[in-house]
């Protein structure tokens, strides 16, 4: 295999290093974001990746023209770097970057399982392109009479799908147990290791398609959250004005009695009642239509009655006249006492 420009690590060299950090991460019991050792692994093991993934597309070992029998078998393991890098790129714990990494491993397991079609390694379905949310702005329109239909179509077909997957996952999975120490030590012939390899990739191509679905799920949930976040513009501003703090007095309902009330509380300010709207108003709290009318000082019950009465009449309020003329009239045919038996014998 060709070496760097730099007289670097080897191709094989690069992807065994990068292999096997990613083996160590998945073998890990502490998380991802446990200690800056685990971020630092996976910051190695993209790094080698990458530069292996640089050397094969200068080497140009694959293209979509030929055929899988045209691979070598020893180049076949290669196929695996994008699939690689997309899941160490989703071991990165930069919140603020998420976004960022999920859109990045969906773009190198995207390119791994195309490479997979083109070969025609495995039967299955490739995923949309783009994230959710970056379709063309063309697509059908929601809501027609067979959306729910063909909803409910989909996750059928969906579901199905992951059950085979699964199923051809756990076999895969044995088999590679199986063949793995024979392969890697060495007494393999081509046949076998070529076989081996093609296993790992149709492994590969499972663990693609279930990480492409969990990451379109969360850049939904991210994306989403995003638009929560924006700050909304208010129709007017909803700052509370900062007043100052009032006093303490003696609230009094005229002049008199605050004269009383403050010749007996030096320490304490009197104010009337009418003074008090008057300040509230120049402070802004109320407005001259949500004041109170208040009577004149010194007006009595009866003559605020006898005041209410003579505006009914001003008003012409034809019910009061109406029930006065019906006494009046009731008064004429029923004298005083009318009725009373109590004290006749």
Same mark, same amino acid.
């Given at each position: 295999?060709?070496?760097?420009?730099?007289?670097? *690590?080897?191709?094989?060299?690069? /992807?065994?290093? %990068?292999?096997?950090?990613?083996?160590?991460?998945e073998?890990?019991t502490?998380?991802?974001?446990?200690?800056?050792?685990?971020?630092e !692994?996976?910051?190695?093991?993209?790094? =080698?990746?990458?530069?292996?993934?640089?050397?094969?597309?200068?080497?140009?070992?694959?293209?979509?023209?030929?055929?899988l $029998?045209?691979?070598?078998?020893? +180049?076949?393991?290669?196929?695996l770097?994008p699939?690689?890098?997309?899941? /160490?790129?989703?071991?990165?714990?930069?919140?603020?970057?998420?976004?960022?990494?999920l859109?990045?491993?969906? =773009?190198?397991?995207?390119?791994?399982?195309r490479?997979?079609?083109?070969y025609?390694l495995? &039967?299955?379905?490739?995923?949309?392109?783009?994230?959710?949310?970056?379709?063309a702005?063309?697509? *059908?329109?929601?809501g027609?009479?067979?959306?729910?239909?063909?909803?409910?179509?989909?996750?059928?077909?969906?579901?199905? =799908?992951?059950?085979?997957?699964?199923?051809?996952k756990?076999?895969?999975?044995n088999?590679?147990?199986?063949?793995?120490?024979?392969? $890697?030590?060495?007494?393999?012939? $081509?046949?076998?290791?070529?076989?081996?390899y093609?296993?790992?990739?149709?492994?590969?191509?499972?663990?693609?398609?279930?990480?492409?679905?969990?990451? +379109?799920?969360?850049?939904?949930?991210?994306r989403?959250?995003?638009?929560?976040?924006?700050?909304?513009?208010? *129709?007017?501003s909803?700052?509370?004005?900062?007043r100052?703090?009032?006093?303490?007095?003696?609230?009094?309902?005229?002049?008199?009695? =605050? !004269?009383?009330?403050?010749? %007996?509380?030096?320490?304490? *300010?009197?104010?009337?009642?009418?003074?008090?709207? +008057?300040?509230?108003?120049?402070?802004?709290?109320?407005?001259?239509? &949500?004041?109170?009318?208040?009577?004149?000082?010194?007006?009595?019950?009866?003559?605020?009655?006898?005041?209410?009465?003579?505006? !009914?009449?001003?008003n +012409?309020?034809? $019910?009061?006249?109406?029930?006065?003329r019906?006494?009046?009239?009731?008064?004429?045919?029923?004298?005083? %006492?009318? %009725?009373?038996?109590?004290?006749?014998?």
């Amino acid at each position: 295999m060709a070496e760097g420009s730099e007289g670097g *690590p080897r191709l094989a060299e690069l /992807l065994a290093a %990068g292999r096997r950090l990613w083996e160590e991460l998945e073998a890990g019991t502490e998380p991802s974001s446990a200690a800056p050792a685990v971020q630092e !692994k996976v910051r190695q093991g993209l790094d =080698a990746l990458q530069r292996a993934a640089a050397m094969v597309a200068q080497l140009e070992l694959f293209s979509e023209n030929e055929e899988l $029998e045209e691979i070598t078998s020893a +180049d076949l393991k290669y196929l695996l770097l994008p699939a690689l890098l997309g899941s /160490l790129t989703l071991k990165q714990v930069d919140l603020s970057r998420r976004l960022e990494h999920l859109e990045s491993a969906r =773009a190198h397991f995207g390119r791994f399982l195309r490479l997979c079609r083109s070969y025609g390694l495995g &039967s299955f379905q490739l995923p949309p392109a783009s994230p959710p949310g970056e379709e063309a702005a063309g697509g *059908p329109a929601p809501g027609g009479p067979m959306t729910a239909q063909s909803s409910l179509l989909a996750m059928a077909s969906n579901r199905q =799908a992951k059950i085979e997957r699964y199923k051809q996952k756990k076999e895969l999975e044995n088999r590679l147990a199986s063949m793995r120490t024979f392969v $890697e030590s060495g007494q393999a012939d $081509e046949e076998q290791t070529r076989e081996f390899y093609i296993l790992q990739i149709q492994k590969w191509i499972n663990t693609s398609l279930e990480e492409i679905e969990s990451i +379109d799920q969360e850049i939904v949930i991210l994306r989403s959250r995003g638009t929560a976040k924006l700050p909304s513009a208010p *129709p007017h501003s909803t700052a509370r004005q900062v007043r100052a703090p009032m006093k303490p007095f003696i609230l009094t309902r005229d002049a008199a009695q =605050a !004269k009383v009330f403050g010749g %007996g509380y030096p320490g304490l *300010p009197t104010m009337t009642v009418d003074d008090w709207y +008057d300040q509230r108003r120049r402070q802004g709290v109320m407005s001259a239509q &949500s004041m109170p009318q208040r009577t004149p000082a010194g007006t009595t019950d009866e003559e605020l009655q006898a005041q209410q009465q003579e505006e !009914k009449d001003e008003n +012409d309020d034809e $019910e009061a006249l109406q029930r006065a003329r019906n006494w009046d009239d009731w008064k004429d045919t029923h004298p005083r %006492g009318y %009725g009373n038996r109590q004290n006749m014998g």
